[in-house]
């Protein structure tokens, strides 16, 4: 973005009174978010979009600043997303408000969004999964909300959506207190279609050349997103994100990057560690699996790689080590040390 188109943002948001945090322009939200959501420029360029709508003040007033549905398989990025949203407008990853749907499976436990209606116990204490400041933020810091694998709600509990996405509000089963989403920016995730693409994903390279040719991964998301939500909440989305699986190109990034930070905490005990690219490639061929995405990295990472490291400095004596080795030896990943601290 340019320094007028900079300046321009900043003069349209400042009459809105709606900020994207501390950040300058929608160009440094798509860097900030790029940098931490790896493999999903699509996605990142998703938030970009209705926050610099809402920035400049081209929203609706009456429903929440963004509603955004995210789908995809596990573990590529789409909470972390939300995570890194309200670290951005807010100033820190956990200052959201995260509604685990998996827990609102039965359809007793609408109550918990919406209290408990009058005459039962709980509605005069106006109780609700919802921490108002959250929720409603304040003029200059929006309110970042994440319903989280919306999908495993019982149908009230969706019901329930349908006005906070309609109207921008929630009044409480009481009938006396409203909540105010209008100020929020709404994020849903949702694990929908990944088992069917996981399915397309393990034919053979032929079928599955010929499938995509005639459906992709993201055809067979959306068709079981739509056969999943009634058209009436499908149609309050202002956008349906897919995020793509983790390939092997995204997963390397990762690892590298894991890595990197890892050597970088090491160093801060005054401790070289050299990781070599034969390491790197072994670590990226047992951590990599499609299926369950960017954990399983961590996973892996942390059971092939910082938990060696960490076996090494425990049992240094004398010293501690000046410089470590992670190399392959004999077909492991193995960690020596190469100066001090020897055992």
Excluded at 78 to 107: F, P, W, Y
Excluded at 180 to 201: K, P, W
Aim: aromatic letters at 4%.
């Amino acid at each position: 973005m340019s320094g007028f188109a900079t300046q321009r943002f900043q003069e349209l948001s400042a009459g809105t009174g709606f900020r994207l945090g501390d950040l300058r322009s929608p160009e440094d939200l798509r860097t900030g978010l790029g940098g931490a959501i790896v493999g999903q420029p699509q996605a990142v360029d998703a938030v970009v979009r209705a926050l610099t709508i809402a920035a400049v003040g081209l929203r609706d007033p009456y429903r929440p600043i963004a509603s955004l549905l995210l789908v995809g398989p596990t573990g590529v990025g789409k909470t972390e997303l939300a995570r890194q949203v309200a670290r951005h407008v807010r100033g820190d990853v956990d200052s959201l408000c995260r509604i685990d749907m998996n827990s609102l499976a039965q359809e007793h436990y609408a109550a918990a969004l919406s209290g408990a209606p009058p005459g039962y116990a709980g509605s005069k204490e106006q109780f609700s999964l919802f921490d108002r400041d959250t929720v409603e933020g304040s003029a200059s810091r929006p309110g970042v909300v994440l319903f989280d694998e919306v999908e495993k709600a019982h149908p009230t509990v969706l019901r329930a959506l349908l006005q906070i996405l309609d109207t921008g509000r929630l009044r409480l089963a009481s009938g006396t207190t409203t909540i105010d989403f209008r100020n929020a920016i709404v994020l849903l995730t949702s694990n929908l279609g990944s088992r069917e693409v996981h399915d397309l994903q393990r034919q053979s390279v032929r079928r599955v050349a010929a499938a995509v040719r005639r459906r992709g991964p993201r055809d067979v998301v959306l068709d079981r997103v739509r056969s999943f939500f009634d058209p009436e909440l499908l149609n309050r989305f202002d956008e349906i994100v897919v995020f793509d699986s983790v390939d092997r190109g995204t997963a390397r990034t990762v690892v590298d990057r894991e890595i990197d930070r890892l050597i970088a905490t090491v160093a801060d005990r005054g401790i070289d560690c050299v990781v070599t690219e034969s390491a790197r490639d072994e670590l990226l061929r047992r951590a990599f699996d499609i299926r369950y995405g960017v954990r399983a990295l961590h996973r892996a990472l942390r059971v092939h790689l910082v938990a060696p490291i960490a076996a090494v400095l425990a049992d240094t004596r004398g010293d501690p080590p000046r410089r470590l080795l992670v190399d392959v030896v004999d077909g492991e990943v193995a960690v020596a040390v190469m100066g001090g601290g020897a055992s």
